[in-house]
C-alpha cells in the first residue's frame, strides 16, 4: 500500500515532545511498547521523527546510536486513526535514512510486532548480537526476566537496499 499522500515525516522539534509523550505512553499503557518519561523524551528529542498527516502528529520514532556501527528504532509508535496509512513504514525508512548517513552499518529494533519490520526490510535476530543494548539498558528493565520483545536487524552495508 502507497504511504498517504498528506504524510511527512520529519525531525522533531522540542514542541512535539508531548505529542511523541502521548503516543508513546498510550501503548505502554496497552501493554504494547516500554514507557517512555517524558523528561527521557525531552534528552533524546534530536534522536526522534514525527510524522505528521495534513500537518497533525500521527506517529514518532527515534533512532538512538549505540556506536560506531550500530544503531536501534525505538519507541515507533503511531496514532490508532493514523494506522495503515504507511506511517510507521515510513518513520523507519527515515530512521534508516539517517543511520545511513551516519554510516551505520546496523541498525535493529526490539518489538512485539516483528512482522512489521521484517516488512520493512530487518530480520529476527538474537537480541544477544546487541550487548550494548542488553547491558546498557536491558538488564535494568522489570521485564529483563520475562523479556517478551523480538529482536530484528537490518543490516546497512553495501547490497543492501
Not at 539517517?98 to 551505520?104: F, N, S, V, W
Amino acid at each position: 500500500m502507497p504511504p498517504d499522500p498528506g504524510l511527512s515525516v520529519a525531525a522533531a522539534r522540542p514542541a512535539d515532545a508531548e505529542a511523541i509523550f502521548a503516543l508513546v505512553d498510550r501503548w505502554a499503557r496497552a501493554g504494547e511498547m516500554l514507557e517512555r518519561p517524558l523528561a527521557e523524551i525531552h534528552e533524546a528529542i534530536r534522536d526522534f521523527k514525527v510524522a505528521r498527516l495534513d500537518g497533525a502528529i500521527a506517529g514518532c520514532g527515534s533512532l538512538r546510536v549505540l556506536g560506531a556501527d550500530l544503531a536501534e528504532i525505538r519507541s515507533l509508535a503511531v496514532g490508532e486513526a493514523s494506522q495503515g496509512r504507511g506511517v510507521g513504514a515510513a518513520i523507519v525508512a527515515a530512521c534508516v535514512a539517517d543511520a545511513r548517513e551516519l554510516g551505520i552499518e546496523r541498525v535493529f529494533a526490539l518489538t512485539y510486532k516483528p512482522g512489521f519490520f521484517e516488512r520493512q526490510g530487518f530480520a529476527v535476530a538474537n537480541v544477544m548480537d546487541f550487548p550494548q543494548k542488553v547491558w546498557r539498558e536491558c538488564v535494568r528493565c522489570p521485564f529483563f526476566s520475562d523479556c517478551r520483545e523480538i529482536a530484528v536487524a537490518r543490516d546497512l552495508r553495501a547490497g543492501d537496499a
